[in-house]
């Protein structure tokens, strides 16, 4: 017994652990399988009852215990308050949500425009013969309308003007609207001749008495005007297939009220899809006078006009035409419609084809049809401008119609105008260069004498 305490001793001193058998022995029982036994069963009673105490902790209340309060008239109120709440909160959500949507400011309607004003316009002059490929001819040039000048007697609002078209062509008039109007194209003409002549049915018959004042001019101020105007307009579609009227500038410049007769008479006619528009204007610019033209633009470019003149130059001035293809491009591009008057299509076809086909094309952007116009800070014989719509791309249009060495350059500075960045890329060019597709600086683009330029550039709004 010794040796063994002995042994137990150096074990420690040692530094080896002492067995476990002594150390788990000594501080329960005295070793007894008696001891050992009731040991076990009061650890296993513990255990039993720790687990029902967390059962009982976590048991919810039962169906008994939860009737007794389904009656109790607190909790009755209670659930009736609440479901008062939930349901007037749906409500109360309902309610602001309608007025919301009801006091909310409106969207703008998208802007629209009228067919008339879309398309470039091929104009014959008066007494001219049509030619007998028009309709191969506009289909060629992406144009849709034809105009026809004052078919509209100033005798009679229900008869062709013979005057400037014989008596004998009444039927080739027929012919060619309906020969156009089958190709999807549109035959246009002058809006009613005002002044009319006094043997007029509207100024001899006691029917249309107040329709025209004593000098045989439209009474605007008649309420019965625009349904009369519907009639005459609706006559020309129905038997000769004309369906859209431009009125003249001066007939506005005279009485601005017809601007409000022909917008009831548009509303009146919009099922036959007839158009009457404004505004008609001569091209009566002299391109020799430095800055006449780009003083004629930016006086009529906030409003629409339909620009009537004669795209093709004399041929015994060298310089017209050049400068006639950057006014081409210009009214193609800025608010308003070019009513081109027509006396040689393979002329026309030769000399602006590829410029008006690539323009027609242009013309269905948003920021071309809808757009903001700026004109940038340019010398007198350089127009400049952009247009630009937010959430579409801007394009920047630039021609030069001045004179003398054709390789002097003018530069134009876009980026300093609104939504401008310092680069675009090249979509149409009068000379060929750059190309189509190439970059281009907004910042110092330089451009030669008799050209023009059409950029796309990424409006920064």
Sequence with gaps: MVEEKSS??????NGDMPPQEVSQKSPLTDGSPAQIEVAKSENESTKVEIGNEEEEEFRGLTKDQLMKYSKDPFWVRLRYFLLFLFWAGWVAMLVIAILIIVQAPQCEPPPTMQ????????????????????????????????YLPALISEYDYFKLNVITNPSNVAEFVRNTCLNVTSNNMACVTDYVPNPVKNNHPWVVNDSYDGLMTDKYYLNYTDARLPDELEKVFSYWSSDYNVTGFIVPQMEVDSEPAVVNVTDSVNVGLKAQDIVVSTSLVLLEVDLDLPGAFKEFIESMYSDWHYYSYNPI?????????????CVTLTLMLLPGTPLMQVTDTTQLEATLGEMIRSCVDLRDKDAIKFGETQFANTTQNVVAFTRTMKGTPGYAVAVNLGEGDVNATETINFSALSYVPDSGTVVYSISGKPDSGAKISMKDLDLKVHDGIVVQFVAEY
Aim: proline letters at 8%; hydrophobic letters at 45%; aromatic letters at 4%.
């Design 313 to 325: 130059g004399d041929a015994n001035t060298p310089n017209t035409q050049p400068r006639l293809n």
């Design 8 to 13: 137990v001793e150096n074990g420690a001193a």
């Design 115 to 146: 067919w008339l004003q879309q398309s470039p316009i091929v104009g014959l002059a008066a007494g001219s013969v049509v030619p007998s490929d028009i309709v191969a001819f506009m289909s060629s040039l992406s144009i849709s309308s034809l």
